[in-house]
């Protein structure tokens, strides 16, 4: 199987029963669960030439990064991104409806008007699109961590919204949890990534 690809069942000698070959697995080929984000992922918050959310002043790339996921249940439908920094209690991203014969989100698919899938508006509220991490300097925990998931789904989801009052993502996460109502959430897998923007002391 190639990395990010998705596995076939496996039936087992003298049953009927299948057998799917391991867990619902998220990764990066950018970064390792519990490491740190790259810089081009980074929010730009520029002030006097410094980009107060990077730990050394370097601009961010503001790109959601390369993810890929593989063994995702069978009858899945779509499926769900989701970046949210547990630390801050913030959402950066939400991408929902991506199809399934989607195994992979490379980097920077979180831009505006993304071909992979809708999008909500994240906390920040700049636009339907990925926002990332500006944690504040000095403040403790010193790293923040964000979880990205993928949720499979056995519907599509449909979120009410409209000119004045669009998609957000309280909007994403009440359909997440009328579909876990449901029981349409046929499984999860996540993939944190850490970043501070406190220099070491």
């Given amino acids: 199987m190639q990395e990010g690809g998705s596995a076939a069942p496996c039936r087992h ?13 998220l ?5 390792k669960n519990d490491g740190t984000l790259p810089i ?24 959601s990064p390369e993810l890929h996921w593989r063994n995702a249940p069978p009858r899945t439908r779509t499926f769900v ?15 929902y409806n991506i199809p399934p014969t989607t195994h992979a989100l490379p980097e920077n ?8 899938g809708s999008q909500v508006f994240n906390d920040f509220f700049l636009g339907e699109q990925y926002d990332g991490p500006c944690p504040p300097n000095g403040v403790q925990p010193f790293a923040d961590r964000y979880v990205f ?3 499979a789904l056995d519907v599509e989801l449909t979120l009410p919204g409209s000119p ?11 359909a997440l949890i009328e579909a876990g109502r449901e029981g349409n959430i046929l499984g999860s897998a996540s993939l944190t990534g850490l970043y501070s923007s406190t220099p070491s002391q």
């Fill in 13 to 25: 000698r003298g049953t009927n029963a299948i057998r799917w070959p391991g867990p619902f697995r």
């Fill in 164 to 174: 004045n009052f669009p998609s957000a993502s309280e909007t994403l996460y009440h």
């Fill in 149 to 151: 998931t993928v949720y």
């Fill in 27 to 31: 990764l990066s080929f950018q970064f």
């Fill in 109 to 116: 698919a979180g831009v505006a008007g993304s071909s992979f």
């Fill in 40 to 63: 081009s992922t980074i929010f730009n918050n520029p002030s006097n030439g410094v980009n107060t959310c990077s730990i050394d002043g370097s601009p961010g790339g503001n790109r």
């Fill in 81 to 95: 991104v989701v970046d949210y920094d547990v630390t801050a209690a913030f959402t950066h991203w939400g991408m």
